[in-house]
């Protein structure tokens, strides 16, 4: 069992509590107890030391400052839709957050266990010396300067701590990846609602599926951010202005579908939806507007660089020499110009084409095509 540590949305209260205790803790005198009872003003010294030292390593008062920033100070409202929310949520799917959270609740709880096996031991001598100095200055003038000197130290600490944090967060400019529920921008909307009026090739029910999970969606993408935009693991609400700004140089071509439980399923349950949105330009790679299936739901809207055509590979094309067992080193050429199937592989980088969310297609720039078969 271990204690749990405190939120550093708590961070004020906590450092509060650190400091006025700590100066408190200052003013305890053994005098102030009859001889009897002097054991157990030490023991609570003691536990008094170990709680406040445990106080002060807790997340509350040492975490990461860049959770705390003002999102607006740093974008600024702006935008004619500004301060209207939109979602993200961040995770790193390779960090043990709660391995790293018990390994730092143990460090702090040793931490202050020592601390107050160190205060029980030194009791005697750091009296001897609060003591010695009380007496060289006038009645309760050492116990005042006691307490204000120990507590000011804990409250300069927690101000050096948070310069400190903030000339780390101005250092490093770490970007985090995280998905970001979006209303469907207005021209995606109706390229997919266009897409979906063209006649389906095999069933009308499975186009009216499809229109209904459209209508009942809600709609993520992925974005990269900065840590000084957000630096924890939960989610937090930013405004479209923010969002925009995220968006000036990300590539999107891909937008993730979560359509209600409710609506009716799609037949087949996966599949590439059988008519695609095409958008050919002048000097620009041809691009495709394509919707993903899974399980019979609508998963994610696909825009990007038409795929080369496979050849397919048939049984009358194989070497007529060719039967069980037999071993072909270099591959088995298929076809007339000798693709197929290959022991090793070239593989060759190509440049994709960047797209941005603005520049999606809008419905006027689209033809379609349809797989029939």
């Known amino acids: 069992m271990r204690l749990p540590d405190i939120p550093e949305r708590h961070r004020r209260l ?31 010294n003691a536990l008094a030391s170990a709680g406040l030292t445990w106080i002060t390593g807790t997340q509350a008062f040492l975490g990461r400052a860049g959770d705390e920033f003002d999102l607006g100070a740093v974008f600024g409202p702006f935008g004619k839709n500004a301060g209207e929310p939109v979602r993200y949520s961040t995770a790193d799917e390779h ?19 020592a601390s107050g096996v160190i205060s029980w031991s030194l009791w005697g001598s750091t009296q001897k010396i609060t003591e010695a100095i009380d007496a060289r200055l006038p009645a309760g003038m050492g116990r ?25 967060c101005e250092d490093r400019e770490q970007l985090n ?33 499809a229109r209904a999970q459209f209508d009942s969606a809600r709609f993520f993408v992925g974005v990269t951010y900065p840590s000084a935009l957000h630096s924890g ?29 409710a609506s009716p399923k799609a037949v087949p349950a996966t599949q590439t939806y059988p008519v695609i949105g095409v958008r050919t330009k002048e000097s620009q790679p041809t691009m ?69 969310l603005s520049e999606w297609p809008d419905a006027a720039d689209l033809t379609f095509r349809t797989d029939r078969e």
Not at 16 to 44: K, M, N, Q, Y
Not at 95 to 113: I, K, P, V
Not at 189 to 197: E, G, K, N, Q, W
């Open 233 to 261: 693991t939960d989610p937090v609400t930013v405004n479209s202005g923010q969002l925009a700004h995220l968006f000036d140089d990300e590539d999107i071509t891909s937008i993730d579908v979560y359509p209600s439980a």
């Open 144 to 168: 005042g300067l006691s307490a204000v000197a120990s507590g000011s130290l804990v409250a300069l600490s927690a101000a050096v701590i948070d310069k400190l944090e903030s000339w780390a």
């Open 14 to 44: 906590t450092r509060t509590i650190a400091a006025a205790g700590t100066g408190a803790l200052a003013l305890v005198r053994r005098r102030d107890f009859a001889p009897e009872h002097e054991s157990t003003a030490r023991l609570g």
């Open 95 to 113: 960090f043990d957050e709660n391995a790293t959270a018990r390994s730092q609740a143990f460090l702090n709880a040793t931490t202050a266990a």
């Open 288 to 356: 495709e507007l394509r919707l993903e299936f899974i399980d019979g739901y609508l998963s994610r809207l696909e825009f990007s660089e038409r795929d080369a055509e496979p050849i397919p590979l048939l049984s009358d094309d194989l070497p007529a020499d060719s039967g069980i067992g037999t071993l072909h080193p270099d591959g088995v050429d298929v076809g007339a110009e000798g693709v197929g199937y290959w022991s090793s592989l070239d593989i060759t980088e190509t440049e994709d084409e960047f797209v941005l």
């Open 177 to 209: 990846y995280g998905q970001v529920e979006i209303d469907l921008p207005d021209h995606i909307r109706a390229c997919i609602l266009r897409l979906l009026s063209q006649p389906h090739p095999m069933s009308g029910q499975a186009a009216e599926a």
